[in-house]
């Protein structure tokens, strides 16, 4: 048994991720077993990186199931001690897993963890934040939380703090703690299903840990911004997830006040750029009836979920 395996998710994403199975190589007296789940890039590249990468197992998926549902499918094939979920646009330091565990090991109130992550510009990428709420959309949480809790800047500066979640493309957790929340919820099928993950790990006090001593690059936003299909899906999904989030999470006397609530700020946002964009016209079209059957007939589920039922 090893004591970690890493599960990646790749849709298209091949030079990075050749990137990232790179500085995975260059972990030193560490075993680790590395899961790559490819949904279905249908690009004619995976042959290549099957024999270049012939240490890593592959699984390929037959259609896109989304993050969540492909992330469990790699988790399923693991048997260590901890679950590394990664995105393949990150590139880890050298050598910094085996002290990283190390520290994780020894401190057992770190449940659901996370490092610093940096641009290509070594910028922070801010990969953290607190739960989506009523009083933040209203802007007001943000203004109390910054009071009690603190900015970015202090997340950021230091070396070990607790915020509400932290972002999908770095979440290091014990194997005992996944199956305890019975993995990634897949009814997300892109975006929210880490803030979904912490907020279930924060309802049964599990510590959502950020360490800012080890770091890695975060190309953030490069898997989705491949060409405008990509795009228009990727923010369509944005919006979509909020609102599943939303209606998983929310009391029920404010649910259907913040649905519209949010539904306001996000239409007039993509109104207003629909009128210089057509990729934006084309994401208001897809969530407008979202919208509608959300509404109206209370369902609030992603189409590119509701297709593969």
């Not at 900015?151 to 979440?171: A, E, K, L």
């Not at 629909?274 to 919208?291: A, D, E, G, Q």
């Amino acid at each position: 048994m090893t004591n970690l395996s890493i599960v990646i998710v790749n849709y298209k994403t091949w030079s990075s991720l050749s990137l990232c199975l790179d500085s995975i190589k260059k972990q030193d007296n560490i075993l680790i077993d590395v899961i790559v789940v490819d949904n279905k890039s249908d690009d004619n590249q995976i042959s290549n990186f099957k024999i270049q990468y012939n240490w890593i197992e592959w699984v390929e998926n037959s259609e896109n199931l989304g993050f969540a549902k492909a992330c469990n499918l790699g988790a399923h094939k693991s048997n260590s001690d901890w679950i590394l979920f990664l995105n393949p646009d990150t590139i880890l330091e050298k050598n910094c897993l085996k002290p990283l565990l190390s520290f994780c090991e020894k401190n057992d109130a770190y449940r659901i963890i996370g490092i610093k992550q940096l641009n290509e510009n070594l910028q922070n990428t801010n990969s953290f934040g607190f739960f989506l709420s009523f009083w933040a959309l209203t802007g007001l949480s943000r203004v109390i939380l910054r009071l009690f809790r603190g900015s970015n800047s202090y997340f950021n500066s230091n070396q070990i703090t607790y915020p509400d979640w932290i972002s999908g493309s770095f979440v290091l957790l014990r194997r005992n703690d996944y199956d305890l929340l019975n993995g990634w919820d897949e009814d997300f099928w892109m975006y929210y299903e880490d803030m979904d993950l912490c907020k279930r790990a924060n309802n049964l006090g599990l510590q959502v840990t950020l360490l800012n001593e080890w770091k890695c690059i975060h190309s953030h936003g490069k898997a989705s911004r491949k060409s405008d299909q990509i795009k228009v899906r990727s923010k369509s999904e944005v919006i979509v997830s909020s609102h599943i989030f939303l209606e998983k999470h929310f009391n029920k006397y404010v649910k259907y006040p913040t649905h519209l609530l949010l539904i306001i700020f996000q239409a007039f946002e993509l109104i207003i750029k629909s009128i210089f964009s057509k990729n934006y016209r084309n994401i208001l079209n897809n969530v407008s009836r979202f919208w509608f059957k959300g509404v109206f007939k209370n369902i609030w589920k992603s189409k590119m979920i509701v297709n593969k039922l």
